[in-house]
């Protein structure tokens, strides 16, 4: 089995993870997220910087978890994209240091896909065809996944906000601070989730011809906007439950579809909110009920990690891949088709 | 034997050089000011394939525009920590300087936004810290400017520097990151009626004789509170800054942006200025406009930094001699 060191900067997590084949090993993560509170969003530039500040010790911690030193590794594998471009390219460069240094193969991962690869750490499961909901701060889509290291296709994607980024905001509008996805979801377990009926976006039969499996959630965002400004004296928990199954709601749905259409009766769910709890319930619930085998990583693997590109690029090597280029550099909008680089 | 690897990715340009006891093994640079994370891992592997026993990384620390520069330190680092081998810091601008034989002389590289990153030097030592500043500010210092194009941040000079010198552990970066954290203390909500009195009297502190009267704020109040919205700051009980915008007919107006005198730079206008833009975007604006003051360029950099571009001018529009700037930011 091999040995496989995976590094995860695209966004404002410094993450480094260590697996043997499938099994993991370490998975250390400095986040900056507290430097980001005080902005109200991820800033590019103090996530750049944080990266670079972090990145030595980070690697020197999951080694130590790992009890490997750098000798032991058989490869390297790095998110090349999608993501923020100074982010990623502190990630790559570290990654093409060491694997230069080490002598050892590097395999570019798409970000994307790792959040996926990652439900396949520490468990036999076979790997078979799979409908894959991956949902965010940065992602909201629906994935066709016939092989996870050659073959993912698009179904349906967001065509605003990111689900995420839709929590981030809502939030923000009802003063609650940052990140949105954690603190909606604890306030929604006191609320009710019927009191207000938000809108479902691209339900209606007229949009699902073109939009079938695409996301949107601004006329979400601005009907919670519209409401709050119109009833001053709102329960913040109604309104955080209210919306919060408004967007569960949809995310389900169009994945279960997507399942039924496809003949595929796998669902994965992954990507930060996959932590949410409601989402987390009402997925188990939906999936029993229409006969689909639901999986989810544990929360502590949702959120972006290091784990993950170590097990994408474990992947790739099983299933004989090509290691990338040395140069490969990164690529801030690179689309799922491409898997590793 | 000494081999030093040496590394700068501090301007468009990428530079490898490998120096063995002196001698120069490798030397290559290329010039591509989107390209160090594509070509630096490639050079390096030129110059591992001449000899790739390694004992010392020396890297350029800046300045520089970032994403290139941490592209060089992130490399450097993680080499020298899977070689189990030192790394060594250098000023970017000292081994530019180090070419240069003059007696008296500044340094400079381009760090965007029309402003120059640079140093002074004097029979070849650095008596500046490095810096940054507008081009035209530093031409007045009189000196002889030397910039990139013509020198660059030699490698080799580097690897000298490196061995001899006292290693720069911190990327010099010089700017903060293009980032305003919340003003602490500062509280943000809506302006109301109460809030009136001190307005006017920020206005006239202000504005002197274009400012707004107390009627004129009453009128731009009496307005359908679904079509505008004002917002207020107050720091310890205090008004200190107020902004409204008006929406009608697919676009916004920004009516005023206004902070204290001894509150302003702290980011509470640009936070003022967020929230206008996120209000204009939930009422589905297509567009924000605004007018300002010509000359006013203390708030124009925060208006052009979100987007805003200057459309047109018009004379005379705060009284006589006095023009407005009026912008505009399209929202999607
Ligand atoms: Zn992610």
């Known amino acids: ?341 | 034997m000494k081999t030093v690897l040496a590394i700068d990715t501090s301007t468009a340009q990428t530079s490898v050089a490998l120096i063995q006891d002196g001698e120069v093994l490798f030397n290559k640079s290329h010039n591509d000011p989107l390209a160090h994370g594509e070509v630096l891992p490639k050079l390096v592997s030129q110059a591992l394939a001449v000899n790739n026993k390694v004992d010392l990384v020396a890297v350029g620390m800046g300045p520089g525009p970032f994403t290139g520069l941490r592209v060089g330190i992130a490399f450097a680092q993680s080499y020298a920590l899977a070689t189990q081998i030192d790394w060594v810091g250098v000023c970017s601008l000292d081994a530019m300087a180090a070419g240069i034989n003059q007696s008296e002389f500044i340094v400079s590289t381009d760090a965007r936004r029309k402003e120059r990153f640079w140093a002074r030097y004097k029979e070849g030592v650095r008596i500046t810290d490095p810096a940054v500043s507008k081009a035209s500010e530093l031409e007045k210092l009189g000196l002889p400017i030397l910039t990139e194009g013509d020198y660059f941040p030699d490698p080799v000079a580097l690897a000298k520097i490196a061995l001899t010198s006292k290693s720069v552990e911190q990327p010099i970066y010089i700017r903060k990151p293009d980032a305003y954290p919340l003003p602490i203390g500062v509280k943000f909500r809506p302006m109301s009626a109460l809030d009136l009195v001190s307005a006017t009297a920020i206005e006239k502190q202000v504005y002197g004789k274009t400012a707004w009267s107390a009627d004129q704020f009453k009128s731009e109040f009496a307005k359908s509170p679904k079509s505008a919205r004002y917002l207020a700051a107050e720091f310890e009980g205090q008004l200190i800054a107020y902004a409204g915008i008006f929406y009608v007919a697919d676009v916004a107006d920004i009516h005023t942006l206004t902070v204290v005198a001894d509150h302003r730079r702290k980011g509470i206008g640009r936070e003022l200025l967020k929230r206008l833009i996120d209000w204009a975007r939930v009422k589905k604006a297509q567009a924000i406009m605004l007018e300002m003051r010509l000359g006013n360029d203390a708030a124009r950099p925060l208006y052009e930094s979100f987007g805003f571009i200057e459309i047109s001018k018009r004379e005379n529009y705060y009284g006589p001699g006095l023009t407005a700037v009026v912008m505009r930011k399209e929202l999607r």
Not at chain 1, 56 to 81: E, F
Not at chain 1, 226 to 237: L, S
Request: glycine share 8%; aromatic share 4%; with cysteine.
């Open chain 1, 1 to 341: 089995m091999a040995l496989v060191l995976g590094i995860e900067t695209s966004c404002d997590e410094t993450a480094v993870g260590i697996v043997d084949g499938r099994k993991l090993l370490a998975n250390v993560i400095s986040s900056s997220v507290e430097e980001h509170a005080r902005f109200g969003g991820v800033v590019p530039e103090v996530a750049s910087r944080a990266h670079l500040e972090a990145m030595q010790q980070v690697i020197k911690q999951a080694l130590k978890d790992a009890s490997v030193t750098l000798k032991d590794i058989d490869a390297i594998a790095v998110t090349a994209g999608p993501g923020l471009i100074g982010a990623l390219l502190v990630g790559v460069s570290s990654a093409s240091g060491l694997a230069l240094a080490l002598d050892k193969p590097l395999y570019g991962v798409n970000h994307l896909s790792a959040h996926i690869a990652v439900d396949q750490l520490d468990n036999d499961k076979k790997i078979t065809p799979t409908i894959a909901l991956l949902v965010s701060g940065g992602h909201s889509s629906i994935l066709k996944v016939k092989n996870l290291a050659t073959d993912v296709e698009v179904m349906g994607a967001t065509i605003d906000d990111a689900a995420g980024e839709a929590f981030d905001k809502i939030a923000r509008i009802m003063g609650l601070g940052f990140p949105g996805g954690p603190i909606i979801d604890k306030q929604s377990k006191d609320g009710d989730l019927n009191h207000v009926n938000f809108p479902r976006g691209l339900t209606s039969a007229a949009d699902l011809d073109k939009h079938q499996y695409n996301f949107s959630f601004s006329g979400l965002k601005t009907a919670v906007a519209r409401y709050i400004e119109k009833t001053p004296n709102y329960k913040k928990a109604d309104v955080a439950a209210s919306f919060q199954e408004a967007v569960v709601d949809v995310l389900l749905s169009k994945s279960l579809a997507a399942c039924k259409e496809s003949g595929i009766d796998n669902l994965v769910i992954a990507g930060g909110v996959a932590a949410n709890s409601r989402l987390r319930e009402l997925a188990k619930q939906r999936c029993e009920m229409s006969k689909i085998k639901l999986s989810i990583p544990p929360i502590a693997l949702c959120s972006d990690n290091g784990a993950m590109v170590a097990a994408l690029g474990s992947l790739a090597i099983t299933q004989g891949v090509k290691p990338s280029q040395m140069g490969i550099g990164a690529d801030s909008a690179a689309s799922i088709a491409q898997v590793i680089w």
